[in-house]
């Protein structure tokens, strides 16, 4: 049973548009939400992370929106760049930095951005 | 920030040897290493959870015989893919918690080809 469902699989953006990714899940004990980066033959970097006690995180263009009722939070990418074209993938884990557990991962989001 | 190193980056081996995947945290202790399985345009798979001077968790339907993690050290952890079969071949990527600021920390990844 997966616990993250991530949508779209696939998204494809102009330059200077705005990439919305988002996730949802199931296991209200998660509190530790990350957003991943993945370029081919790499490893996953971390772009941004966020706690349930807040709703929205920034970072730069990057910003995480957080409905904890809803049990759903989503990667909004502004100024789109082909730069940020890559894999991208949002994660949950019950305590930070493996506290409780390892990451459960979504399926990932190919976000392809044309110049 | 937290760094995992990850060696080597590619490989390749022929049918029925052995390969040894290493990751060296190199500014943090990880008491833990997670190992993950990564095929082609999917998603993370965990396979196994190592913890430093205790025996490896495996995740169900991971094979403990045919790859055996050690991890002896708090700096260091292996995995070493026995009897490797075509089918082995994957992206193997090991992530460690570091703390809240930087959560888990990926390694680069190794690109085993089983020939």
């Known amino acids: 049973q997966q616990q993250v469902k991530q949508s779209p699989q696939s998204l494809i953006v102009q330059k200077g548009g705005i990439s919305i990714i988002n996730c949802a899940y199931e296991n209200t004990a998660f509190d530790y939400f990350p957003w991943y980066q993945q370029f081919p033959g790499k490893g996953p970097a971390l772009l941004i992370a966020i706690r349930p006690d807040v709703s929205e995180k920034k970072e730069g263009r990057f910003t995480i929106s957080f409905n904890k009722s809803a049990k759903q939070f989503s990667l909004h990418i502004m100024d789109s760049q082909p730069g940020d074209s890559a894999t991208y993938f949002c994660?949950?884990?019950?305590?930070?930095?493996?506290?409780?557990?390892?990451?459960?991962f979504g399926k990932g989001t190919k976000l392809s951005v044309k110049p | 920030g937290a760094v995992v190193s990850q060696h080597p980056s590619r490989v390749i081996c022929k049918s029925g040897t052995s390969v040894k995947i290493e990751c060296r945290s190199l500014?943090?202790?990880?008491?833990?290493m997670f190992w993950y399985r990564q095929f082609p345009k999917q998603s993370l798979m965990l396979m196994a959870t190592?913890?430093?001077?205790?025996?490896?968790?495996?995740e169900q339907g991971v094979e403990k015989d045919k790859f055996l993690i050690n991890h002896a050290s708090l700096t260091l952890s292996t995995l070493t893919v026995t009897s490797a079969h075509p089918e082995d071949s994957s992206f193997y990527i090991c992530?460690?918690?570091?703390?809240?600021?930087?959560?888990?920390?990926f390694g680069s990844g190794t690109r085993l080809t089983v020939v």
């Open positions: 500014d943090f202790q990880a008491t833990t």
């Open positions: 190592s913890n430093e001077g205790s025996k490896a968790t495996y």
């Open positions: 992530s460690a918690p570091e703390g809240f600021n930087y959560g888990y920390t």
């Open positions: 994660a949950a884990s019950r305590g930070y930095g493996g506290s409780q557990g390892n990451l459960i």
